[in-house]
């Protein structure tokens, strides 16, 4: 029955989770308000704060999971992709923790980990499944065969799909992370009041650059006729252009689903808390007769309890690596 400890620290949450025998019995993240102040991730304060942070959380953690640190059979750590200096605090803790308890060391990838999440709580996808990984840095739909034989069968050609949320929002003037906050007035207002056009790329990938350069000018246009036409339309706007990327994402899963002849089908990451996501995909299920797997929104964001489960299989595997280990900002599957 072995108990993990999982470190998270690839962008600005700073996250502990125990992972006791395949259960999450502690889920700490730690939020960084501070980039609020700067419209985004500044990568030098977010390591600045996760060294503040990590280690209160790991305490929070396991008094949470009521387990002693002499308890730990193994530490699992995001090895990357991510922002290299937010990583290094991350692997750091861990390497120093894992060595003065003489524990193994577990390497995560960080989007792998995404994916993995859907093994924390039943329902279970079934292998293989179709996984739809979205947050502000990825975009990907990946053909999961095992826990760790993963295969990228499509994926963004330039932006993400939460940058594009995330950029929408900046035009729109609203504040950081935007993200959410479109969701949040998309559930107001009137999702085919505008139309943005679908980006018409081959095969199984996508691309979001010319999608985000027409809002740009959509909203440059109109309010030079109307400058007040964001604020009296501002639900309308986040509707449409949540539809249109939902739309883009699932047009992409649909055909992939067919390609491959897959009825298990899930989502991760981020945008995958998304309400115009989860909802979209959950009416479409029956009538393509698809199995869909949802994380609860926990597991969503950035969040340790992800990385936990990996290691957990990883440890079942034997699957370790030695103190001589480095943060990757950029990491394949």
């Known amino acids: 029955m072995p108990i993990i400890l999982a470190i ?9 989770a125990v992972c006791n025998n395949g259960k999450i019995t502690a889920n700490v993240i730690a939020n960084q308000t501070i980039h609020e102040n700067y419209g985004g ?13 990590i280690v209160p959380a790991v305490q929070q953690a396991l008094s949470i999971a009521k387990v002693n640190k002499n308890e730990l059979n193994g530490v699992a750590f ?9 990583l290094l605090v991350g692997v750091s803790f861990a390497k120093s923790f894992a060595l003065a308890l003489d524990l193994p060391l577990i390497s995560v990838n960080h989007m792998q980990a995404h994916i993995l999440a859907h093994f924390i709580d039943e329902p279970k996808p079934k292998f293989p499944f179709l996984c739809l990984t979205v947050s502000g840095g990825h975009t990907q739909i990946v053909l999961v065969k095992d826990y760790f034989d993963m295969e990228i069968v499509g994926e963004t050609l330039d932006d993400a799909a939460g940058e594009a949320f995330d950029k929408t929002a900046k ?16 559930q107001q207002g009137n999702p085919l009041a505008f139309k ?3 980006p018409q790329i081959q095969g199984l990938n996508y691309s979001f650059s ?5 809002i740009l000018y959509f909203i440059r246009d109109r ?8 604020e009296q339309n501002l639900a309308d706007i986040c509707a449409s252009v949540q539809y249109s990327i939902v739309n883009i994402l699932l047009n992409k899963l649909k055909k992939a689903a ?4 897959i009825k298990e089908i899930a989502i991760a990451g981020g945008v995958s808390a998304n309400s115009g996501l989860r909802n979209t995909l959950s009416d479409m299920k029956d009538s393509l007769g698809w199995n869909v797997y949802i994380p609860a929104f926990q597991y969503c964001t950035d969040n340790a309890g992800m990385i936990a489960i990996a290691g957990y299989q990883k440890f079942l595997a034997g699957d370790f690596v030695g103190q001589d280990v480095s943060p990757m900002a950029r990491m394949n599957f």
């Open 210 to 214: 010319g999608f985000k350069t027409a």
């Open 171 to 186: 035009i729109l003037n609203l504040p950081y992370p935007g993200g959410p906050l479109i969701d949040k007035h998309a």
């Open 41 to 53: 991730v500044i990568p030098e304060l977010a390591s600045r704060v996760h060294q503040q942070n």
């Open 196 to 198: 943005f056009p679908e």
């Open 223 to 230: 309010q030079k006729e109307n400058p007040s036409f964001v």
């Open 258 to 261: 067919k390609q491959y002849d």
């Open 8 to 16: 998270e620290s690839s962008c600005d949450e700073t996250s502990v």
């Open 78 to 86: 995001t090895q990357g992709p991510g922002l290299l200096g937010a």
